[in-house]
């Protein structure tokens, strides 16, 4: 059974940072691409930021020069370094998996991020 665990989410100030941590265990296929995805109340979920086996990145408008993805493939963990932080960032942040040869998408269970004064 494949497992994807957040880590990493908090209360901060603005202009503050965090970094936000994700592991896949239970691995059955070769991971494709690891991704941050957010939920705000009221708001769709959106990608974040992304990185695939190949290391290609894709950021949110958003997010682009604040935040940054990075990928440890020995250990099957993903990071996302939030700079910058702001109110609107604000939000459960999701870490989603894709592998190789299945379709289906694996979600952590999310983390909590509050950028507040």
């Known amino acids: 059974q494949v497992q994807v665990v957040e880590s990493g989410g908090g209360l901060v100030q603005p202009g503050d940072s965090l970094r936000l941590s994700c592991a896949a265990s239970g691995i059955i296929f070769r991971i494709y691409a690891m991704g941050w995805y957010r939920q705000a109340p009221g708001k769709q979920r959106e990608l974040v930021a992304r990185?695939?086996?190949?290391?290609?990145?894709n950021y949110a408008d958003s997010v682009k020069g604040r935040f940054i993805i990075s990928r440890d493939n020995a250990k099957n963990t993903v990071h996302l370094q939030m700079n910058s932080l702001r109110s609107e960032d604000t939000a459960v942040y999701y870490c989603?998996?894709?592998?190789?040869?299945?379709?289906?998408?694996?979600w952590g269970q999310g983390t909590q991020v509050t950028v507040s004064s």
């Open positions: 989603n998996v894709k592998f190789w040869g299945n379709a289906r998408d694996y």
């Open positions: 990185i695939t086996s190949g290391s290609e990145t």
